[in-house]
């Protein structure tokens, strides 16, 4: 299993892929301006490299397409064989605790949650289907709202899993997109404990 769970969330249908966002963004908007590597309400760090996946891309959205509201984002990558991207944004209005359980906290994982099913109706995804969850999960200390999905990657066929976490930390969204093919370098044991090195660098 991904993570361990804890108890069974029941919510009812993610964000799109990082390199995907990237990508509109650099065709549609002023150049990118990268994300800190600090972020700096929640002083998360991003290094180059976390264990063997790379900073890809970053991007601050408010000073690439004035919206603040949207926060930053950080792509990591390994071989083109699993990209994951952390999301870290406000609240529109108010403030949120740490944590899982706001009502905020679950409407950012409902409109993730719709998105990835919306990639999938415009052909990011074949064969999109729920493995785990949604439920709560642990991933380096935090508690998230998780949910993982299997599908087939359209253009090569390739079988890949898709998940989705969110949780509130020091009041901000802390929102993960992991989405990585099926080999075996990356069984579920190896993506876990990537999973887990992640969260565990990032809150040093």
């Not at 799109?16 to 549609?28: P, Y």
């Not at 999301?87 to 993730?112: E, H, K, N, W």
């Not at 709560?136 to 898709?162: D, E, N, V, Y």
């Amino acid at each position: 299993m991904l993570v361990r769970k804890f108890c069974t969330f029941t919510a009812v249908c993610c964000a799109l892929l990082a390199f995907t966002v990237g990508s509109a963004i650099a065709q549609n908007a002023p150049p990118r301006i990268p994300a800190p590597d600090r972020e700096p309400v929640t002083g998360l760090v991003f290094p180059a490299e976390i264990t063997n996946a790379r900073l890809a891309t970053s991007v601050d959205y408010g000073k690439t397409m004035n919206r603040p509201d949207l926060g930053y984002a950080w792509n990591y990558q390994t071989n083109q064989q699993l990209f994951v991207t952390l999301y870290v944004y406000p609240p529109r209005t108010g403030s949120i605790p740490d944590g899982p359980m706001d009502d905020a906290v679950l409407a950012q994982f409902q409109r993730a949650l719709a998105d990835i099913y919306e990639g999938a109706k415009l052909g990011r995804y074949d064969q999109l289907k729920p493995v785990d969850g949604p439920d709560k999960c642990t991933i380096g200390g935090l508690t998230f709202l998780c949910t993982t999905l299997s599908a087939i990657q359209p253009t090569t066929k390739k079988p890949l899993h898709t998940a989705l976490m969110v949780t509130g930390y020091r009041d901000r969204f802390l929102k993960l997109r992991l989405d990585w093919i099926d080999t075996p370098a990356n069984s579920r044991t190896a993506v876990d404990g990537f999973m887990q090195t992640l969260i565990n660098t990032i809150r040093r």
